[in-house]
């Protein structure tokens, strides 16, 4: 253990789980670590999820952002997608430890692409958002042991928000939001997609470090939205 972690291995990733929103979450080399910067989405999520409603998270890694929301809204039910099956595999077992299963059900497969017809009243997402070119510089810790997957975000760092705002308003029910983690430098960027995409009272939220960390958007069904 000590030799993994002289070689920059994490302490989470040689014990194999971390704690994320008081919850304990096993990791693979298919999933980034639940780091305390994303408990922000989830506190949101709260205040924005109705009673009895339902949520997707796109690229759910561990699954530790909907099994943490799911657990303490027991009214509540979602969808957990993962373009890698090895993720996913993790997620449901975190999930079953933490007895959200009934609640929470998987699909494979990229983005949008693996929830098909379904809308949801609220869509969740820590995406990939460091640029291609700024990879390399990160610590060791992180280039060397996170998921490629998990971490590029394309050229600029903004590939997946693309998507996301694009094709979100067809999976929403009228009157849902969006719930989106975004990097330190990424909040007018992000907001305006959003904005260009037809969601009104797009908002910005800052994590405890004072960072732009959630850009928070509604979908208005049509009332005053381009869809």
């Keep these: 253990m000590m030799e993994r972690r002289l070689t920059g291995e994490s302490v989470a990733r040689i014990i194999g789980e ?24 989830v506190d949101l999520a709260l ?24 657990a303490n809204r027991p009214d509540a039910t979602g969808l957990a997608t993962d373009i890698n099956p090895d993720a996913l595999a993790m997620a449901k077992t975190n999930a079953a430890r933490h007895d959200v299963t009934e609640r929470l059900n998987f699909a494979q497969g990229s983005w949008f692409d693996a929830v098909g017809t379904e809308r949801f009243d609220l869509i969740l997402s820590n995406p990939p958002y460091i640029a291609s070119n700024v990879i390399e510089t990160l610590s060791a810790e992180v280039r060397e042991f996170d998921p490629m997957l998990a971490l590029d975000g394309g050229p600029d760092g903004l590939a997946p928000y693309r998507v996301i705002a694009q094709s979100a308003a067809d999976h929403l029910k009228p009157d849902g939001q969006v719930l989106v983690e975004i990097g330190y430098d990424q909040a007018d960027a992000v907001s305006a997609l959003f904005r260009d995409a037809g969601f009104a009272q797009v908002s910005v939220h800052k994590d405890l470090a004072g960072l732009d960390r959630v850009v928070w958007a509604h979908h208005l069904g049509g009332i005053n939205s381009k869809r």
């Excluded at 994320?20 to 408990?39: H, I, K, N, Q, V």
């Excluded at 205040?47 to 799911?70: E, F, H, M, R, Y």
């Design 18 to 41: 971390r704690e994320f929103y008081g919850l304990a979450f096993g990791l693979s080399s298919a999933t980034l670590e639940p780091r305390p910067d994303t408990e922000l989405l």
């Design 47 to 70: 205040k924005a999820l109705p009673q009895g409603g339902s949520l997707v998270d796109l690229g759910t890694g561990t699954g530790c952002i909907p099994i943490s929301i799911l």
